[in-house]
């Protein structure tokens, strides 16, 4: 190892080395004033030495423990409130650079996301060719998207591809209980990566949460948190400037949950975070490797079928996924199966999205009426919503629900439009209609049906103009969440709330007229659910195949 190497560990690890010297002097000088005092001791008379003797060693030996005790707690205290954080550091923990083992291929998914993540390793990898040209590295990446994405993985991934020191901490580490903790944190964390690149090449810095710390500035009124808040984001802005005056090597990567209009606009400037990588949820194709990747980390049924489980999952992160296997191997075991089957797997996901069965028992009238209006909900999802595929039917109680029909997307929508949200209604009113089929009348069930119906026709005329009325204009611009929001006048909201009792009706009278045409098929799909209780995505498939219908296709497409 060479001088400047050892400069640069003496720089990085002084307050370390600073007390184990304290510590060897403390010990050398008791050693020493021990052996001079045995000295002494020896060129006493006999009679002295007796009396010498009787009391010395006790005292000789509390004296040194004592001395040692207390000044092994004065030390450790000291170092642990001055330079390690004080009460901010309980239960923190930061990943070693060792312990970094995330590997490029256990990255599933994310095709786009992995190919701008692979240029900045790239780049990191050869920095020669970006010299050439004159440019300079990237210094900062902010990942930005929902949790459970993968952003802390791929940031992993990138140390372990790279080879570089990789500094961890999270966004909470910075706030602290007095003014000017977080300064002091940032300031540290910086100066290691530092020392890191000096004697590696490079180092990356990942900031979890970085939103704790990054949001806009507050205005001070005397408030310790405002001024320590400001301070932080101060801090960090200086180091992130800091990085430029010297080519060290330094990468930040910061990964939010938040939107990154949210944050300081100093922060998000160029110059500081100059990748922003947008993490979402993984499309079919994406969910569908991931499905994969987990079930061949567990024994599992050989018939599973890992598209069909792709499509039920639109909207689920990795993270969810992952729960999902997990929670379909516990209930395997608790079934004593050697192997996880397509039930078990159901029965996690209607865990994970419903929570667990309520245990509640439903009377035999109860249980048909159930049964009727999640067959409504069933059959017009099925016929006439051309986006959504209906994977399951219930009428066992869980968390609030006496039961359901399950649709799900059959692909993620970004943008939806008017046939789209007038298929969210029939299916909303469905159960109305198929109670008054039936019965003649509706139960207490309907509400909340009623309530989605007319939130989403409310919303199509009065904020996206699509009304029959002709009447334009967003009129819960003000909060468009809010029944008493409407910025219209009276005349105008006449005509507005006409366009939604017209939308309404229209709608309602398809789906009566779709149960009416169907009843057969209407009165089998109860049946069936009133005997097997729950009803999976290929048993409904198979009940509308029995009488030659086919799912709503959507004409867009």
């Not at 020493?32 to 060693?57: D, S």
């Not at 050989?302 to 969810?320: I, Q, W």
């Not at 050697?338 to 309520?358: P, Q």
């Not at 999640?374 to 006439?384: F, V």
Request: with cysteine; proline share 3%.
């Amino acid at each position: 190892m060479d001088l400047n190497k050892i400069k640069k560990l003496i720089k990085l690890h002084w307050i370390k080395i600073l007390a184990i010297f304290i510590a060897l002097t403390l010990f050398v000088t008791v050693a020493f004033l021990v052996i001079i005092g045995i000295r002494h001791f020896l060129t006493l008379e006999a009679f002295y030495r007796k009396m010498t003797l009787a009391g010395i060693p006790l005292q000789l030996f509390l004296s040194v423990i004592t001395a040692f005790v207390f000044a092994s707690i004065y030390m450790g205290f000291h170092y642990w409130f001055m330079f390690g954080g004080g009460m901010n550091k309980i239960g923190q923990k930061r990943i070693k650079p060792e312990h970094v083992n995330v590997k490029w291929s256990d990255v599933i998914g994310m095709k786009h996301v992995k190919g701008e993540v692979l240029e900045v390793i790239k780049l990191l990898k050869d920095r020669a060719q970006i010299k050439q040209i004159g440019g300079k590295i990237i210094k900062g990446i902010m990942m930005i998207g929902p949790p459970g994405c993968g952003k802390t993985y791929l940031a992993k991934a990138i140390a372990t591809e790279t080879g570089l020191p990789f500094l961890s901490a999270t966004g909470s580490e910075f706030v602290g209980m007095f003014v000017g903790t977080g300064t002091a944190k940032i300031k540290s964390l910086f100066k290691e990566a530092r020392v890191l690149a000096d004697l590696h090449g490079g180092c990356l810095i990942f900031i979890d949460e970085i939103d704790t710390i990054a949001r806009k500035r507050v205005g001070v009124s005397g408030m310790g948190a405002g001024i320590s808040h400001n301070a932080t984001i101060n801090q960090l802005l200086t180091e992130l400037d800091g990085l430029r005056q010297t080519e060290n090597n330094i990468v930040v990567i910061a990964a939010t949950n938040i939107s990154e209009s949210e944050f300081d606009p100093a922060l998000m400037r160029a110059g500081r975070f100059d990748r922003k990588i947008y993490v979402e949820y993984p499309n079919l194709e994406d969910r569908q490797e991931i499905i994969k990747y987990y079930l061949n980390r567990v024994g599992c049924d050989r018939k599973l079928n890992a598209g069909v489980l792709a499509r039920k999952t639109v909207f689920f992160s990795p993270a969810d996924i992952a729960n999902m296997i997990r929670e379909a191997s516990l209930v395997a075991v608790r079934s004593k199966r050697e192997s996880i089957t397509m039930k078990d797997i159901s029965d996690a996901y209607d865990r994970v999205l419903f929570g667990l069965k309520s245990g509640l028992q439903l009377s035999e009238k109860e249980k048909v009426w159930t049964a009727y209006h999640e067959a409504g909900h069933a059959i017009i999802a099925y016929l006439l919503h051309p986006t959504t595929d209906v994977v399951k039917a219930t009428i066992i109680p869980r968390r609030g629900f006496l039961g359901y029909a399950h649709p799900v997307p059959r692909e993620e929508i970004h943008i939806p439009m008017k046939d789209y949200f007038l298929s969210e209604i029939k299916v909303s009113l469905a159960s109305y209609a198929a109670e008054n089929l039936k019965f003649g009348t509706t139960g207490a069930g309907v509400a909340g049906d009623f309530k989605n119906a007319l939130d989403t026709a409310q919303k199509m005329v009065y904020m996206w103009g699509m009304g029959s009325s002709g009447v334009i204009g967003n009129f819960k611009s003000g909060n468009p969440y809010s029944q008493n929001a409407f910025n219209a006048s009276g005349k105008i909201k006449e005509k507005l709330d006409e366009d939604v009792q017209k939308i309404l009706g229209n709608c309602l009278k398809e789906v009566r007229d779709v149960l009416n045409n169907e009843k057969e098929l209407f009165e089998h799909f109860a049946q069936e659910l009133l005997k097997k209780e729950e009803l999976e995505y290929d048993e409904i498939v198979d009940i509308f195949k029995k009488y030659g219908k086919e799912r709503a296709q959507d004409s867009s497409s």
